[in-house]
């Protein structure tokens, strides 16, 4: 049986602190993995301890980005 396909995003900026290039990125490639059916993997994504969930990343990201209404 084959697997699923698993998009790796993985930061190459900042490792220490979230920053608006990282958000821009996430929120960019959020719905690449949703239009084909895949997964969305972050590599060195310096995120908060509380965040523990993918929905409660998503959810943040929409609320902090700049990019389009809310995210």
Do not use: Q
Not at 42 to 57: L, N, S, W
């Amino acid at each position: 049986m084959p697997g699923r396909m698993t998009l790796g995003l993985f930061n190459s900026y900042d490792k220490t602190k979230i920053r608006e290039a990282h958000r821009r990125a996430l929120a960019r490639a959020g719905p690449v993995p949703l239009a084909f059916d895949c997964n969305l993997a972050t590599f060195g994504f310096p995120f908060d301890g509380e965040m523990r969930t993918p929905a409660e990343i998503v959810e943040w990201i929409s609320e902090t980005t700049s990019i389009g209404d809310g995210g």
